[in-house]
């Protein structure tokens, strides 16, 4: 079955620090990925997503960029951290070429608190 | 482009009430639709989908949704709230020429004793 990875669960980062979340997939090959934020009382905003490796699709410019090194990899970064980066940030995979019905699955989640 | 409106970011009901949590969408071409749950600092459990298959889709938890073309909405409900169903709603749609998953704003259930 397929799982996916995504650390840390909390992390608390002083403004101007650098950034950088990981996420991975198991259990399937070449899955759509995904990085969501969720501010609070702002629903979840798509950050990027990527249908395959060195393929990064930005939805929304900002001081976050993503890279995806591996098939089933994906990683957030900033060279330096804002407060308004502050949120609760999502992974999600879903598989490629699949049906349009096909869902999202997503990652326990990363709390960020930039201070 | 798709999108989803999520009307009313908090709804509170009373335990054993009905549960109803609005959603409309916007697109020009049959959308495929999702609704998803969030419990608190986790992430996200998908509750039920759209497929086209039936207007009135059944999902987990004893929540469904009704799929009406001409009103251009995908409301959940449920008859019968329970405490454990306090959590964030998401509806979702999938955007016809990309892979992505466009979400509503969210709406918090609070189920009161």
């Known amino acids: 079955s397929q799982t996916i990875h995504q650390w840390p669960a909390t992390l608390v980062q002083p403004v101007g620090s650098p950034l950088s979340l990981e996420c991975t997939v198991e259990g399937t090959s070449n899955p759509n990925l995904y990085w969501y934020r969720q501010a609070a009382g702002r629903g979840l905003q798509l950050l990027f997503y990527?249908?395959?490796?060195?393929?990064i699709s930005s939805e929304v410019p900002q001081n976050l960029s993503a890279s995806r090194p591996q098939d089933r990899q994906f990683i957030l970064s900033s060279k330096k951290l804002l407060l308004s980066d502050s949120g609760f940030y999502l992974c999600?995979?879903?598989?490629?070429?699949?049906?349009?019905?096909?869902?999202?699955?997503f990652g326990q989640g990363t709390r960020l608190t930039v201070v | 482009a798709q999108s989803v409106t999520q009307l009313g970011s908090h709804v509170s009901v009373s335990e054993g009430a009905l549960v109803l949590l609005r959603c409309n969408y916007s697109?020009?071409?049959?959308?495929?639709l999702f609704w998803y749950v969030q419990y608190p600092n986790q992430g996200l459990q998908l509750l039920l989908k759209?497929?086209?298959?039936?207007?009135l889709v059944k999902g987990i938890n004893g929540f469904e949704a009704e799929f009406k073309k001409s009103e251009t909405s995908f409301h959940l409900t449920k008859p019968s709230a329970h405490m454990s169903d306090a959590a964030e709603y998401f509806c979702?749609?999938?955007?016809?020429?990309?892979?992505?998953?466009?979400f509503g704003t969210g709406t918090r259930l609070q189920v009161f004793p």
């Open positions: 697109s020009s071409v049959p959308p495929y």
């Open positions: 999600a995979w879903s598989p490629t070429g699949a049906s349009w019905n096909t869902e999202a699955f």
């Open positions: 759209y497929t086209s298959a039936a207007t």
């Open positions: 990527s249908v395959g490796i060195g393929q």
């Open positions: 979702a749609v999938r955007s016809y020429n990309t892979d992505k998953l466009i």
